[in-house]
């Protein structure tokens, strides 16, 4: 089922989300819904803040070649344990902030330890897009966007784009 995306600014999407603790039937149905509401988007990543529910959840699947096989990835309690002193800049948007896109200095590469969807600990190192979504994704987690990282002009133009694009939904 899909969920409703909330566009920033919200408050949901400012606050600091809490651990998972058990993996219920309900937070696995949340897990496939966000990976459905993810792909119809078209995204490649959502945290569940996203969709409106403060825990340590995020979906990701940054395959992007045509005829390529997906590769959805579900992460529960998502944890950076490792960076390179290496950077790399990638254009970034978010599906909180439709239609914006700006350049953002992530860590090259990082390594992430979570619980799997069937509870199981997991842990791997990420390059290139993955490294930099993956760490878009569970900084949502901790209440912050990709605009946290440009200078506050810029940051402001866009909120002020997208409190206009909530009033004309609003009246839709
Ligand atoms: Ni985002």
């Not at 590769?71 to 529960?76: I, K, T």
């Not at 970034?92 to 700006?102: D, R």
């Not at 069937?118 to 842990?123: L, M, S, V, Y």
Request: charged residues 30%.
């Amino acid at each position: 089922m899909k969920r409703p995306i909330l566009i920033h600014p919200d408050p949901r999407l400012k606050k600091v989300c809490s651990p998972v603790d058990d993996i219920t039937g309900e937070l696995s149905k949340l897990a496939d819904d966000m990976l459905e509401t993810m792909y119809d988007a078209p995204g490649i990543g959502l945290a569940a803040p996203q969709v409106g529910v403060l825990y340590r959840l995020i979906v990701l699947d940054c395959v992007k070649e045509e005829g390529a096989a997906p590769c959805p990835m579900v992460m529960f309690n998502p944890e950076i344990v490792a960076s390179s002193e290496e950077t790399s800049v990638y254009e970034e948007g978010c599906l909180s902030i439709p239609e914006q896109y700006a350049e953002v200095t992530r860590p090259a590469e990082v390594e992430v330890a979570w619980i799997d969807q069937q509870g199981h600990p997991r842990k791997q190192t990420f390059d290139k897009l993955w490294a930099t979504c993956v760490q878009h994704e569970i900084d949502h987690l901790n209440g912050k966007l990709f605009i946290d990282y440009l200078k506050p002009l810029k940051r402001q133009m866009i909120t002020r784009k997208m409190q206009k694009l909530k009033r004309e939904r609003a009246r839709a």
